[in-house]
T-cell receptor, first 119, second 113 residues
């Protein structure tokens, strides 16, 4: 049973379209993330949610909107897709540690990735 | 702000030879440190992590890493590389519980026969 699952795995679309990527985790984690991996394989954090609350929102265009209906799901919606949005998007989850705790927290479990190609 | 540097973009090692991948981090306090591996077309798999305590940590697949505070380094090692180890390796740093990991730009490992 997949721990962090993303759908779709591949997405090919035209510029200007709107698309969504879904992510679900069954690990019981309370924190979820979206990372973008560009063509040079550089991984950059985009968003992070903790118990449905947005806690990290890096410098990402407003066209990107994350939504977390519950702590097991974090979806990414992208409006008006551009060529530069082509990348692999990774969802991840972790269990946020309590204050002062260094055990278990921040061990991110990643999904298999969703490759977005904008034509 | 935290940062991670992986000085080697691409390394080629002969099968059976030893391996060391370098990682340097920048962070004021003791960080959480990680190594992840990404096989072609796959997600990232955790190899090992350092939180505190023994500075030499053992991971999966025969990998180990050593945290050296004086050098701000967390280098990954393996005594004998297998062809299946060919992949992209990422070092990452986290500041505290609940913060996202900052990744280095990765090192591509090729294994020659």
């Amino acid at each position: 049973d997949t721990a962090v699952s993303q759908t779709p795995k591949y997405l090919v679309t035209q510029m200007g379209n709107d698309k969504s990527i879904k992510c679900e985790q069954n690990l019981g984690h309370d924190t979820m993330y979206w990372y973008k991996q560009d063509s040079k394989k550089f991984l950059k954090i985009m968003f992070s949610y903790n118990n449905k609350e947005l806690i990290i929102n890096e410098t990402v265009p407003n066209r990107f909107s994350p939504k977390s209906p519950d702590k097991a799901h974090l979806n990414l919606h992208i409006n008006s897709l551009e060529l530069g949005d082509s990348a692999v998007y990774f969802c991840a989850s972790s269990q946020r540690g309590t204050s002062g705790s260094r055990g278990g927290a921040n061990v991110l479990t990643f999904g298999a990735g969703s490759r977005l190609t904008v034509l | 702000a935290q940062s991670v540097t992986q000085p080697d973009i691409h390394i080629t090692v002969s099968e059976g030879a030893s391996l060391e991948l370098r990682c340097n981090y920048s962070y004021g306090a003791t960080p959480y440190l990680f190594w992840y591996v990404q096989s072609p077309g796959q997600g990232l798999q955790l190899l090992l992590k350092y939180f505190s305590g023994d500075t030499l940590v053992q991971g999966i697949k025969g990998f180990e890493a050593e945290f050296k505070r004086s050098q701000s380094s967390f280098n990954l090692r393996k005594p004998s590389v297998h062809w299946s180890d060919a992949a992209e390796y990422f070092c990452a740093v986290g500041a505290k519980a609940g913060t996202a990991l900052i990744f280095g730009k990765g090192t591509t490992l090729s294994v020659s026969s």
